[in-house]
């Protein structure tokens, strides 16, 4: 068969293209501006993308178009497709046809921590022999891909809250019906398709209603918008962490790269690993309760995240030219800017901590988050805002960081002023849900060359 995607660059979508190329059809894909590391991805598998939307993808009409949810009306693209009357589903559909059935779903969802947490458990689950197929919106450093299908019944997804395509306003969670599933917390977030937080638990409790009761739902358990969807009904048995009755960790190292592990009073094992930050420790958390429901004993699950290296652009270090060490980071919530920044300065013994931050997601852009956006920057010595293509006043949003911040609405001024600013021993994090105008590369090479 003959499948091709429109909008194939999206890190959900990529995915399903590379679980659509496994399982031996024939892909290809429309996007634009596709940027690392899922256009590296693609091109890896060996699969075609054209760029644009242009009518023409379309000929030869392909068996069937899978659609991404970037797509909308008045996309010539679209529009072609519709015309012409050709066969149509989305990506979350797609995935719940072709893939889901049968498996044992296992699901992680909530506003912030969702691909790490994936990644943490699909790699448990590799590490423990289970041969589990995953989706998820990263790449791990052990997995190597976004996606694959996996040989055996377990099947791990990223349970995004996002609409599914321009056709189907659901969440696509809701095609995805996990045995096992990870709530890991709850804000408000994607104003472009929800008017409050009401909306969102609202399609987190149609979400609830598909896992059956002999499953688990791994929760949060000091997350108070998510008790509140729990409250509205659950048939399934409940696995708190994040708090002392549940799974939790407690830091022996400031950093959180040595944790103890406890369930409730009893300590389980010792976890030390490369990783930072109270986040990260409660993703840890989740991951060995869920993994437990699927068979991993904790003390196992405990041994091989020793051994997870991380998420790329999750904190993910690209070089240290110079002296200076430069992180990507994915982070484009005012709870994850904060909580990335607590992790990375928790154990800091010298330097400074400057931080390019792009506001790009729809959400940022519309200026939901104006209010709160400065105090998650408390932990950074300069903030570096790249003020272009929003409706609000970035410097006025951020004025009480005082000369600590500065706007700058081109990219390579941008580069210019944290390559003149940086020293040997600071760190710097580039932190954009997007690519940023290749300025990742730009700033390696700049620092390259001062230094």
């Not at 060996?46 to 996309?75: F, W």
């Not at 056709?167 to 969670?173: A, E, G, I, L, Q």
């Not at 939901?368 to 105090?375: D, K, M, P, R």
């Not at 849900?433 to 590369?441: K, P, S």
Request: a negative charge; one cysteine or more.
């Amino acid at each position: 068969m003959h499948i091709h995607i429109l909008g194939i660059g999206g890190t959900f979508m990529a995915g399903v293209a590379l679980l659509a190329r496994a399982a031996g059809h024939e892909v290809t894909g429309s996007d634009q501006g596709l940027y690392p590391p899922m256009s590296t991805q693609l091109a890896e598998a060996g699969i075609g993308v054209m760029e644009g939307y242009d009518p023409s993808h379309l000929e030869p009409a392909p068996d069937q178009v899978v659609v991404g949810n970037a797509m909308a009306r008045g996309n010539p693209a679209v529009e072609a497709m519709l015309d012409a009357g050709l066969a149509y589903t989305s990506g979350p559909q797609w995935l719940a046809d072709n893939v889901l059935a049968d498996r044992w779903v296992l699901a992680v969802a909530g506003t912030h921590g969702k691909t790490t947490t994936a990644s943490m458990l699909a790699h448990v689950l590799v590490d423990q022999g289970m041969a589990p197929g995953w989706l998820i919106g990263g790449i791990a450093a052990d997995l190597g891909a976004s996606a694959a299908l996996g040989d055996s019944k377990f099947f791990l997804v990223e349970a995004d809250e996002y609409d599914t395509a321009f056709f189907d306003k659901r969440s696509k969670f809701v095609h995805y019906r996990p045995r096992t599933l990870i709530l890991n917390n709850l804000e408000f977030d994607h104003a472009d398709i929800f008017d409050d937080l009401a909306a969102i638990q609202r399609q987190f409790h149609h979400l609830l209603r598909t896992v059956p009761g002999s499953g688990r739902i791994v929760h949060n358990a000091t997350d108070a918008a998510l008790d509140a969807v729990i409250a509205q009904g659950c048939w399934t048995p409940l696995t708190p962490f994040n708090g002392p009755r549940g799974w939790h960790a407690e830091p022996v190292r400031s950093d959180h790269g040595h944790l103890r592990i406890h369930r409730g009073t009893e300590v389980v094992g010792d976890l030390l690993w490369g990783l930072k930050g109270a986040h990260n420790a409660a993703n840890a958390c989740a991951a060995i309760a869920a993994a437990e429901h699927a068979g991993v004993e904790p003390s196992a699950a405990i041994a091989s995240l020793a051994g997870f290296r991380g998420v790329k652009r999750r904190l993910e270090l690209l070089g240290t030219p110079g002296g200076v060490t430069v992180y990507d980071d994915f982070a484009h919530h005012p709870t994850a800017i904060r909580t990335t920044l607590e992790g990375l300065t928790a154990d800091r013994q010298s330097g400074r901590v400057l931080v390019a931050f792009e506001p790009r997601s729809n959400t940022m852009r519309a200026g939901v988050h104006e209010a709160t956006l400065a105090a998650s920057f408390a932990d950074a010595d300069r903030v570096y805002g790249y003020d272009a293509d929003i409706s609000w006043d970035l410097p006025a949003a951020m004025a009480a960081l005082g000369d600590r911040f500065e706007a700058l609405d081109d990219i390579d001024a941008l580069v210019a002023a944290i390559a003149a600013e940086a020293r040997p021993q600071d760190v710097v994090v580039v932190m954009s849900n997007g690519g940023f105008g290749g300025l990742h590369d730009k700033l390696l090479a700049a620092l390259a060359e001062r230094a």
